[in-house]
């Protein structure tokens, strides 16, 4: 099992950045994959960003390419999101996971964490 906690979400205005974070715990940190998904009011939860067991490989949303980075820090045992540029439709409850490949799909994804929200304002 590994549990995840994300942190760091709240709200901002329009051009504003927000650092998310998400501390894992239990299984060997370093053997995951782990991405990023968000899922706003209405709508199916989707692929924000992914980075490979190193940090060496990672994977956008065409949404958030050049705006968001993703990274980790195995020592810490946690992985960040880097949101810059924010728009209003990036507001969602973000969420991270753990997997094994650096892919889109969900169902690649084994655990998860329980969100965090993420306002920007107009």
């Known amino acids: 099992q590994v549990q995840l906690v994300e942190s760091g979400g709240g709200l901002v205005q329009a051009g504003g950045s927000l650092r998310l974070s998400c501390a894992a715990s239990?299984?060997?940190?370093?053997?995951?994959?782990m991405g990023w998904f968000r899922q706003a009011p209405g709508k199916e939860r989707e692929f924000v960003a992914a980075?490979?067991?190193?940090?060496?490989?990672?994977y956008y949303a065409d949404s958030v390419k050049g705006r968001f980075t993703i990274s980790r820090d195995n020592a810490k045992n946690t992985v960040y999101l880097q949101m810059n540029s924010l728009k209003p439709e990036d507001t969602a409850v973000y969420y991270c996971a753990a997997g094994e490949a650096v892919v889109a799909r969900s169902t690649f994804y084994d655990y998860w964490g329980q969100g965090t929200q993420v306002t920007v304002s107009s």
């Open positions: 239990g299984r060997t940190f370093s053997n995951y994959v």
């Open positions: 980075i490979s067991w190193s940090g060496g490989s990672t």
